[in-house]
């Protein structure tokens, strides 16, 4: 529509100046007028252009944001199941490095606590959606610059250092996996040697590495705190 009357204003400004019974004053009166005209024209069709485009931009925001909504809320479930496993860990390790000299686990410590021995815990973020709009130039788009910015401190700083706090830790319970899977072995049909290695040397240094997860469950919290935190402020944006 804004085309159409440039155009014709336009062609109205040639008709104007190029009438030879038109005074100087009354045609350049008459341009005066048109231009102003047509710039007004412009400057709607402008503004109505960049309103649908961040009304529709906006709605990609909305879309995503809620969408990231959901995949946080299920990280945060995993978090939660992350840090008992971490726990728990904490708990088997700890007894088994405050084993004294040649002193055997207790086996119903050990039947309870089996199974945390040979488990290997990290998050697996849901970060696809976060990874394609960042991609895409779009996280800019996000007005609510507080939230843009917790995002990006979430995916970009907080949940890499989990990561590289969990990978390391994992390490080294993939060392200790390794010392079970080559010293353990049957005794009987029924019964292994697992009680007697937990109580050699190599078997307390491991655990007495791997009893501590403090810091692996303190980058767990801050992840949780700002994934709340989001969601929050989220649920701000659309009630």
């Not at 005209?37 to 109505?48: D, K, L, P």
């Not at 207790?106 to 697996?124: C, M, S, V």
């Not at 779009?138 to 995002?151: A, F, P, R, S, V």
Request: aromatic share 10%; hydrophobic share 35%; glycine share 4%.
């Amino acid at each position: 529509m804004a085309e159409e009357e440039i155009s014709k204003h336009t062609k109205k400004i040639y008709k104007t100046w190029f009438n030879k019974e038109l005074s100087i004053w009354h045609k350049l009166s008459e341009f005066l007028i048109e231009i102003i005209i047509i710039v007004f024209a412009v400057t709607i069709s402008i503004w109505f252009h960049n309103l649908s485009e961040h009304k529709h931009q906006q709605e990609d925001v909305k879309q995503f944001l809620l969408g990231l909504k959901s995949d946080l809320t299920q990280d945060i479930q995993e978090i939660k199941n992350d840090m008992q496993s971490f726990n728990n860990q904490h708990i088997i390790f700890s007894y088994l490095s405050g084993l004294k000299k040649n002193e055997l686990p207790n086996r119903d410590t050990l039947k309870k606590y089996r199974n945390w021995l040979y488990n290997g815990t990290a998050l697996n973020p849901n970060d696809g959606r976060f990874q394609g709009f960042k991609s895409s130039g779009k996280i800019g788009t996000i007005e609510n610059k507080e939230l843009q910015n917790d995002i990006m401190d979430l995916y970009e700083e907080d949940i890499p250092m989990l990561l590289a706090s969990t990978t390391a830790y994992n390490h080294t319970k993939t060392e200790f996996q390794e010392f079970l899977i080559e010293n353990e072995k049957r005794e009987t049909d029924s019964t292994g040697n697992l009680i007697k290695i937990l109580s050699e040397d190599e078997a307390f240094n491991l655990s007495r590495a791997l009893s501590t997860p403090d810091q692996t469950l303190e980058r767990y919290k801050i992840c949780m705190d700002l994934m709340n935190k989001i969601i929050g402020e989220i649920n701000k944006e659309y009630n």
